[in-house]
């Protein structure tokens, strides 16, 4: 039985990073099984190995049938032992909350129901598991203790009863178990060591040694070979440091580094500095760099931990030819122009993998890959950037292309503008430089208290991205339109053009041309518009959300728009339409009141003028109207501003502004709500804030599914106008703004 339990230490100490259940913390395991009995403390240093510690963690090893924590052939029809489960608080939160994490008689307790002898091996399991999180966070000196009480006896974890004594107890017996821990002293960093890595096996291995310094139990210098144990591993911190060259660091890779001697011996933080050096000496152009996981060395007496690093830089190289494959219809030569990094640069993981996302970001590929295409090479002259450096790192993307064609459906409602609902075909890769089509037809005004019969929109876009410049892209629109609004019926054919460019992360610039050929009917009276436009505009976005209909949880979302035009044909009228909206989103997470993305206060505030021109004097859909959710809540599409007479026709306005306080709170089982007060008005000047200011207030649910939340919101008007509705029902995709 103690040969069995030294084995299922061992095993369980070397295997637990085979575990896929999600890290809670590093952990630092000692491997004394690995040469003899475990070390007594003392002045003797012993030698350990870092491991992460993970919560749920499967068995590694079946020494012993009575103790698996899974049933045998004959276990099918085994009754199942119910338990409960007491865990005592060590008064440190972190080490609690990494003990709750690792037990597994706490996390399978409700969901993996076991027999009277696997229920004895989950005990036994969860003295090292246990062990774990309390050496995650440096206690290397604590002790484990599981008290299992079977009906009216009490026994240990470890007593060899324990399997018998479970399978004797009655059906109805209870079985509770109360799992403690003291945690002893906290172990601080000692001597931290970093060295080239060790001669490889081709190497003679009686090559002189340098003789270790006196660290832990210091021996004369010997062979390599034999200051290593039957594992491989030196058996001091002097031995392993004497199989290397000392390593220097600059002054970015100490920084990058971060661990100093004296600091609290966490595992996370020894396995981080490990990965974090190694992403700094990549980002130096040390393609081939290595930073093996660290040794690490207990020193009992002073309750220390040695750390020693092995550090292979290897030879610095730039960025060498660049490979693309996986192309079909897509041209390469769009996406080499596209591309971010070029040959001879000096290699840093962080361009190219910025390169890496800017490709995938064309929208035209279903996955794109990077990895190092070795061997290294040399460049010829003149092809190098980086003066001194010719050895190079070939780079190879590997795109795999997603489907041309997709068809995408349409629906929404809200009781002023009834239904709406329609189809969207689109080819991803027009002319093979991602070139997109779009085709669209909706059907608009299925009832609605603020529609007057069915209308419809029909438009083709086309969208060249890169055009001229990168980061430049061409849109064109064909359209044609019917709405039989209350305010006014309109029947348009409209062409658009104009280019965007992104300036910038969170800038994005456009301007264009319009023309719109329209009929306007209003109060009985029709009339035939020809307006000329040239929209002008900037978008502000740091919300850094990849799909923009995601609830914003932080950042501004701002926007500018200038629109000089004339109105041809029904008189002459030059006019300009300016509007600016800006919206801004926190996260109470930031005070501490909740987790992350949890509860959110959104703000938006909206404004818009027209100038040249009176509100008689410009076509009825080129003035300004609010209402509905993208201003005044609780009021019809165009429900508040002035009106013809008392009726319910709407006239619309040279001014308008408006604003929204909105509270969002995520709930569990993909469900959230929200609530929300808007306030707006419209006049008749042109200067904002003139009119009657209309406020609405009201609440809704969110059902958060991949694509976005589906948002359904109930608003009631506060000060309703003469024939307003009593309250309004708005159904979608994503949030109002």
Request: aromatic letters at 8%; hydrophobic letters at 35%.
């Amino acid at each position: 039985m103690q040969v069995q339990d030294t084995a299922r230490r061992v095993c369980g100490r070397l295997l637990r990073v085979r575990s896929k259940g999600s890290i809670l913390s590093g952990s630092i395991t000692p491997q004394n099984g690995f040469s003899g009995p475990p070390v007594k403390p003392g002045r003797r240093s012993s030698v350990v190995s870092l491991s992460l510690a993970f919560g749920a963690m499967a068995p590694c090893c079946h020494v012993d049938k009575a103790w698996a924590d899974a049933p045998s052939s004959g276990e099918a029809a085994e009754k199942t032992v119910p338990y409960s489960v007491t865990i005592q608080p060590t008064k440190n939160a972190e080490i609690d909350a990494a003990i709750q994490a690792s037990s597994q008689l706490q996390t399978l307790k409700t969901t993996h129901a076991v027999g009277p002898y696997a229920l004895a091996g989950r005990i036994r399991a969860d003295y090292d598991r246990v062990d774990t999180a309390l050496q995650s966070q440096g206690y290397y000196a604590g002790t484990v203790t599981i008290r299992i009480k079977v009906g009216n006896q009490e026994l240990d974890g470890r007593d060899p009863a324990l399997p018998d004594a479970l399978e004797a107890l009655p059906k109805d017996g209870k079985v509770s178990i109360t799992v403690s821990a003291t945690i002893g002293p906290q172990f601080h960093l000692g001597r931290i060591t970093l060295t080239t890595p060790p001669p490889t096996a081709a190497q003679p291995s009686d090559a002189p040694a340098k003789a270790p310094s006196p660290q832990g139990s210091a021996a004369p210098a010997t062979s390599k070979a034999q200051t290593a144990d039957k594992m491989g591993v030196p058996a001091t911190t002097g031995d392993a440091a004497a199989q290397g060259e000392p390593v220097a660091l600059t002054a970015d890779e100490l920084k990058a580094f971060k661990l100093k001697s004296g600091q609290p011996a966490v595992a996370s933080d020894v396995l981080a500095a490990q990965g974090n050096l190694l992403t700094q000496l990549q980002e130096e152009g040390y393609a081939v760099a290595d930073v093996s996981t660290p040794l690490a060395y207990l020193q009992p007496h002073d309750n220390t931990l040695d750390v020693v690093f092995r550090v292979g830089k290897g030879p610095k190289v730039v960025i060498g030819p660049v490979g693309m494959d996986g192309l079909q219809r897509v041209h390469q030569s769009f996406l080499r122009r596209r591309l971010t990094i070029k040959e001879g640069e000096l290699y840093q993981p962080s361009k190219i993998e910025a390169a890496r996302q800017d490709l995938a970001a064309v929208g035209v590929f279903s996955s794109v890959q990077v990895h190092n295409a070795p061997p290294i090479v040399t460049l010829g002259p003149g092809k190098t950037l980086v003066p001194g450096v010719s050895q190079a790192m070939p780079v190879d993307f590997d795109f795999k292309e997603a489907k041309r064609r997709t068809v995408a459906v349409q629906a929404g409602y809200s009781t002023d503008l009834g239904g709406r609902a329609g189809v969207t075909w689109t080819h991803h890769n027009l002319l093979g430089n991602a070139e997109q089509l779009k085709l669209t037809a909706l059907l608009t005004g299925l009832g609605g208290s603020a529609q007057q019969g069915l209308g419809y929109d029909v438009y083709a876009d086309f969208s060249k991205p890169d055009f001229l410049h990168k980061n430049q892209n061409l849109s064109l629109r064909v359209e044609a339109v019917r709405q039989l609004l209350y305010s006014y019926h309109q029947t348009a054919f409209i062409l658009r053009g104009g280019i965007g460019r992104r300036l910038g992360k969170f800038w994005y610039v456009s301007g264009g041309l319009m023309g719109m050929q329209e009929q306007i009917q209003q109060f009985g009276d029709t009339r035939n518009y020809f307006i000329v436009s040239a929209p002008l505009s900037a978008t502000y976005d740091s919300t850094q959300l990849s799909n923009p209909i995601d609830p914003a949880t932080h950042g501004i979302r701002a926007s500018l728009s200038a629109s000089p035009s004339v109105s041809l044909e029904n008189g002459t009228s030059f006019f300009t339409l300016l509007s600016a909206q800006v919206s801004t989103y926190f996260d109470l997470a930031r005070i501490g009141l909740t987790k992350p993305g949890k509860s959110v206060i959104a703000v938006r505030g909206t404004v818009g003028s027209v100038q040249g021109a009176s509100t008689y004097q410009i076509p009825p859909d080129q003035r300004l109207y609010a209402g509905g959710p993208a201003t005044v809540r609780g009021f019809r599409y165009q429900g508040v501003g002035p009106q013809y007479g008392n009726t319910k026709y709407a006239i619309g306005g040279t001014s308008l502004d408006a604003g929204t306080v909105e509270f969002r709170q995520r709930l569990p089982m993909n469900l959230g709500v929200a609530a929300f007060v808007d306030a707006g008005q419209v006049g008749t000047g042109s200067r904002p804030g003139q009119g009657t200011l209309r406020v609405g207030y009201g609440a809704g649910v969110r059902y958060f599914t991949p694509i976005g939340p589906i948002r359904v919101d109930v608003a009631l008007p506060m000060n309703r106008p003469a024939y307003g509705d009593k309250w309004e029902l708005y159904i979608g995709l994503g949030e109002t703004f």
